[in-house]
């Protein structure tokens, strides 16, 4: 694509896709840290991802400003107005995660006062996969390629089946041993938080979808099942990306 | 362009400032040029104007004698029928003017004046009295006050276009003897001529010195025309050895013999009237002789003038010009010098005498010249008028509107408007162009050829004028009128046929009357070009003596500035005043067009 | 208002257009539908406004203009040897870039129209009609006491509204306007942007603009002319958010070039 005959609209467009993928790498690393202090209990790295919140939110407010001066001032049209109100929605997604990633630090400076349970490595892997998908949401995000926006979306499904199966484990523990219901409740908690993150990490797979095509991914997004209920196969996309 | 260094932006500033000086002076340069050429341009029209308007000034009064006639009737109505027309055809109405003149000056026939006399006024002055007397016969028998334009010259006199009239008062009593040649010796108590002699003998000194001066010049060229001869002599004395061209040498050389002689004895009456004039301004030889060659002295009375023959301070002999009352006594006399000699002018002696004595009684009066706008072309001076010529012009510039714009209007709109843009229009276009660049003596000719000798037209009328000058101005008028219909906006086409005005209706409700202005600006301007144009109307006749006002289209009639070139072609003086009058009134008419295009063209100017 | 929008008022097939030897146009073909505003984009010299004036045929004023192909109002082809520009025009009216009413009266720039086309029947039908049509184009409050003076005398964006006036005065059915507030300051082109919203009810509008916001606030439709071709037709919100043609992509986004 050429550059803008106004040659600063298009580096104003190009540092907010920055920011935004710098806001992305705070929000990853968050991620990423909290599910290490739950696996390795360790109150020194949950500490940090409480603290680097703060500078998430700051970041989004940061994105938010530039976007208001740039739809005042510039006026975006077609791909740059979509890329502008997505880097605004993405901001908010992000400061989203960076919430409950903190969330999760919290839960994990809890959890370390409890005695260990097996299920943590269950957690951890959740966690892992969460990461995965917010990590390819940004690169779709990043490199204009929509396949992995594409994979996102699909991929929220397994972590909804994670979710369903720690669920009913930790319903479980809590039945078999009243001691276990706090921490299992903590982990149940951080388990939920993983899985909301999921959702916006779906969330900025479509934002960045209809940024890239201009168009929704549609309605009928594969799902896990409903608590309780069996998973159901992925229906293949109808509006495959051109 | 952005790593510009502070250095080099001084260096440059230092550039520019080095320059700048000359550009301002090169600025000033221009305008100096361009202030220089308005004011020389001002300048060189101001003098025109004022050398114009200086030279009209005589012509803006006329000296009217006042007469009241004995209208007799064998004089005035010879055929006793009282009727109009045998009154105007048979009428001496002269003879009635020249009745009243004798009568206020009893002794002119005695003195063999009445010629003089009856000179103050023209015979053809009195044939307005005849109209009068023919439009009321009833006056027969009784007095009737008239007024009539006097003699030309004697106008101009009074006027002072022959040089100032001195006069000096005379002291005590005049004392005049018939002598017994027939002039008269006139003296006072004393030298009362002592003063004009001194003035006649200063006169007399600088006519001296000037003739000297003269003398230097002629005897240089007897001198060159001297050494001419010996050269001749020697190549004819050549050519006689020859034998050849012998005659040709003797004929040059027989020239400038004669030559040579008329200079030999101009110098030799030179030197005598300066001896003569040198003597008698020194009061040697006695008495100054004054001849017709010299300025004119007269001896003034109440009643009476004699023109003086010779002067010295103590007596005067003299002619008489107007015979005094018989008894008078001159306590109240005085000189007066008139500067131009007799022979120098068309006005003699007498007359003039008697004019200043009309004058002094108040018979002569000077009265705006109201002849030069109600009368037609004349060959006296004095009653000669631009009626005819106005007239004529009108009818002339009638014809050629009523003729050149509709036409040209139309024209201009169909090229403009709807003509389709192609070899054809462009190729008419460019003729219309060339033909207002065609010198106005070719639409003359065209206009004999064509219409007076094709279609038989009459000569000299306006009609045929009109027509020529039409042609004349139809080019400049389509040119102005598209340049004026190019200049309505595009914008007002659009608005009009948007919302569905024909093409037509665009152009005769929005284009035109938004583009008149511009038109009727150009059509009165080709006017006024038209009314100043002399050439084509030469060509066709309308250079003519007219002395009736023309009454049609088909009368022969003449135009403003023919007229004034036929006045400037006229050989009496009076005539001169009056043409410098007539350029300020066809210039006052050219500016009263002018005036009103400019009104038209602010009055509908339209911003859009 | 609905069932007049989904008629079509004007459809073109293949129109070519050329100015002499140059060609404006090529191949167009557009339908815009009724009652509702078209509005007409592109860089200059794309040849929006050629088509524009091939609807009312303008373009027949200037010399050595062809235009070849079918253009149909209600059906008709405007082309037609049949058809006679004036009474095209009194059913396509037009709006000009520049406001540019006739330096008469302003009752007389709004009379004209119907007087022409003798479609008042008396004085009182007339005066009827020009303070209908100044009512319509939103002026009547701001002019009724003066509509004796010049035309020429009113604002920039009076004088367009005035210009409006004149062209519904003989009630047409489709108005065209090429760049109408090219000339005029911000509140001026908000006044005709509303009013233009007010006339989609009872007219086909098609603007021609440079502008694309306002081609964005004012039209239903949008299309995207490039290098005399039809890029991209569609709903405006559609053009303007997420346009099919990279062109129309680079030319709203600012890019082109």
Redesign the interface.
């Known amino acids: 694509?050429?550059?803008?005959?106004?040659r600063a609209?298009t580096e104003e467009l190009d540092a907010l896709s920055s920011d935004i993928a710098r806001m992305g790498g705070h929000a990853e690393r968050a991620l990423t840290d909290s599910v290490t202090a739950i696996a390795r209990r360790d109150a020194a790295i949950a500490k940090t991802v409480i603290d680097g919140d703060i500078k998430i939110d700051e970041m989004q407010r940061e994105i938010e400003r530039k976007i208001m001066r740039l739809l005042a001032l510039r006026?975006?049209?077609?791909?740059?107005?979509?890329q502008t109100v997505a880097a605004l929605k993405l901001a908010a997604e992000l400061e989203r995660i960076g919430d409950l990633a903190k969330n999760i630090a919290k839960r994990a400076l809890t959890i370390q006062e409890f005695d260990p349970i097996a299920l943590t490595r269950s957690v951890e892997r959740m966690g892992k996969l969460a990461a995965i998908q917010l990590k390819l949401a940004l690169d779709a995000f990043v490199s204009h390629e929509i396949a992995g926006a594409v994979t996102v979306w699909m991929n929220d499904e397994e972590l909804d089946e994670h979710y369903n199966s720690l669920f009913r484990e930790l319903l479980t523990y809590m039945m078999e041993d009243p001691r276990m219901i706090g921490p299992s409740a903590h982990l149940l908690f951080v388990a939920k938080n993983i899985e909301r993150i999921g959702d916006h990490c779906t969330n900025m797979a479509e934002v960045i979808h209809y940024l890239e095509t201009?168009?929704d991914l549609g309605i009928d997004r594969p799902k896990g099942g409903e608590v309780g209920s069996g998973p159901r196969a992925s229906q293949s996309n109808s509006e495959m990306p051109k | 362009m952005t790593d510009m260094s502070p250095a080099s932006r001084t260096s440059l500033r230092e550039l520019v400032a080095s320059k700048i000086k000359k550009r301002h002076a090169a600025e000033l340069r221009f305008r100096g040029f361009g202030v220089t050429m308005v004011v020389s341009a001002i300048l060189a029209c101001s003098l025109l104007l004022v050398s114009i308007l200086s030279q009209s000034v005589p012509a803006l009064t006329e000296n009217r004698l006042h007469l009241t006639l004995d209208v007799t009737a064998e004089k005035a109505d010879p055929v006793g029928q009282r009727d109009p027309i045998d009154i105007r055809e048979q009428g001496n109405f002269y003879g009635l003017v020249q009745d009243a003149l004798e009568a206020r000056f009893p002794a002119a026939e005695a003195d063999g004046t009445l010629d003089d006399l009856f000179d103050v006024a023209t015979s053809l002055a009195a044939v307005p009295i005849g109209k009068t007397i023919a439009a009321d016969p009833s006056v027969i028998g009784k007095k009737l006050d008239v007024t009539l334009p006097i003699n030309d010259d004697l106008d101009l006199f009074i006027k002072g276009a022959f040089g100032r009239t001195l006069e000096i008062k005379g002291e005590g009593t005049l004392v005049s003897a018939l002598k017994p040649d027939g002039d008269f010796a006139l003296s006072g108590q004393g030298p009362v001529f002592a003063k004009a002699v001194e003035a006649l003998r200063g006169d007399l000194g600088r006519a001296a010195g000037s003739l000297e001066q003269g003398l230097i010049l002629k005897r240089q060229r007897l001198a060159t025309g001297q050494a001419q001869v010996t050269a001749l002599q020697a190549a004819l004395n050549a050519a006689t050895a020859k034998a050849v061209g012998v005659a040709g040498a003797e004929a040059s050389l027989e020239q400038a013999a004669n030559n040579v002689a008329g200079l030999e004895s101009e110098i030799a009456a030179d030197l005598a009237t300066i001896k003569t004039y040198r003597a008698a301004a020194l009061g040697q030889g006695g008495p100054l002789p004054l001849g017709d060659n010299k300025p004119s002295v007269f001896v003034e009375t109440k009643t009476g003038t004699y023109k003086i023959t010779t002067l010295s301070p103590t007596l005067a002999t003299a002619k008489l010009l107007v015979r005094p009352k018989a008894g008078e006594i001159a306590t109240d006399w005085k000189m007066v010098q008139i500067k131009t000699p007799q022979d120098g002018r068309a006005v003699n002696d007498a007359t003039i005498a008697y004019g200043r004595h009309l004058k002094a009684q108040n018979a002569i009066q000077p009265a705006f010249n109201t002849t030069i706008f109600t009368n037609s072309d004349s060959n006296e001076p004095e009653l000669s008028g631009l009626l005819s010529a106005f007239v004529g012009s009108l009818l002339t510039l009638a014809v050629t509107f009523c003729l050149a714009v509709p036409i040209g209007v139309a024209t201009a709109v169909y090229l403009e408007e709807f003509a389709?843009?192609n070899w054809l229009t462009d190729f008419i276009e460019v003729n219309i162009n060339n033909l207002a660049a065609v010198p106005s003596i070719v639409f003359g000719l065209l206009g004999f050829a064509v219409f007076l000798t094709f279609f038989n037209m009459p000569r000299s009328a306006p009609i045929v004028g009109g027509i020529v000058l039409a042609l004349m101005s139809l080019p400049i008028i389509i040119i102005a009128s598209r340049a004026a219909l190019k200049a309505v906006?595009p914008?007002?086409?659009?608005?009009?046929?948007?919302?569905?005005?024909?093409k037509m209706?665009a152009t005769f409700?929005?284009v035109l009357p938004?583009a008149m202005p511009g038109i009727m600006t150009g059509s009165i301007l080709a006017m006024a070009h038209a009314l100043g144009e002399t050439a084509p109307l030469l060509m066709i006749g309308m250079v003519a003596f007219i002395a009736d006002v023309p009454t049609g289209l088909s009368d022969s009639a003449t135009v403003l500035p023919v007229e004034l070139f036929m006045w400037a072609g006229r050989p009496e003086r009076a005539w001169e005043p009056r043409t410098a009058f007539a350029i300020i009134l066809l210039l006052i008419f050219m500016i009263l067009m002018n005036a009103v295009a400019i009104y038209l063209r602010r009055k509908f100017e339209?911003?859009? | 208002m609905t069932d007049k929008q989904n008629l079509t008022k004007v459809s073109a097939h293949g129109i070519n257009v050329f100015y002499d030897t140059k060609q404006a146009l090529f191949d167009v073909s557009l339908d815009i539908p009724d009652g509702s505003v078209t509005a007409f984009i592109g860089p200059s010299g794309c040849g929006k406004s050629t088509f524009l004036r091939c609807i009312?045929r303008?373009n027949d004023?200037i010399?050595k203009c062809r235009v070849l192909g079918r253009l149909e109002v209600d059906g008709r082809d405007v082309n037609d040897r049949a058809i006679d520009p004036?009474?095209l025009?009194?059913s396509v009216?037009?709006?000009?870039q520049?406001p540019?009413?006739?330096?008469k009266t302003i009752f007389e720039n709004v009379a004209?129209?119907p007087r022409?086309?003798g479609i008042s029947r008396d004085k009182t039908d007339l005066e009827r009609i020009v303070e209908e049509s100044l009512r319509k184009a939103g002026l009547w409050e701001e002019v009724k006491d003066r509509l004796q003076q010049p035309g020429?005398g009113l604002s920039g964006g009076q004088q367009q509204r005035l210009?409006i006036a004149?062209?519904i005065?003989?009630n047409p059915e489709i108005i065209l306007m090429d760049e109408p507030c090219s000339a005029l300051d911000p509140i001026a082109t908000a006044k005709i942007e509303e009013l233009i919203d007010e006339l989609r009810q009872n007219f086909c509008i098609i603007i021609v603009t440079h502008s694309?916001?306002q081609a964005?606030r004012v039209s239903q439709r949008t299309a995207f002319f490039h290098m005399g071709r039809v890029v991209e037709v569609g709903p405006t919100e559609e053009i303007?958010?997420?346009?099919r043609d990279s062109r129309?992509?680079?030319y709203?986004?600012?890019?082109?070039?």
């Open positions: 694509m050429t550059d803008h005959t106004v609209f006026q975006p049209l077609g791909r740059d107005l979509r201009g168009e | 389709p843009k906006p914008s007002i086409r659009e608005a009009a046929l948007g919302v569905g005005a024909s209706q409700h929005h938004l339209r911003r859009w | 009312n303008m004023t010399e004036v009474v025009r009194a009216g037009m709006v000009f520049k540019n009413p006739f330096p004209y129209g022409i086309h020429t210009v004149r062209a005065a003989v694309m916001a964005a303007f958010t997420n346009p129309t992509q680079d709203i986004t600012g890019r082109f070039g």
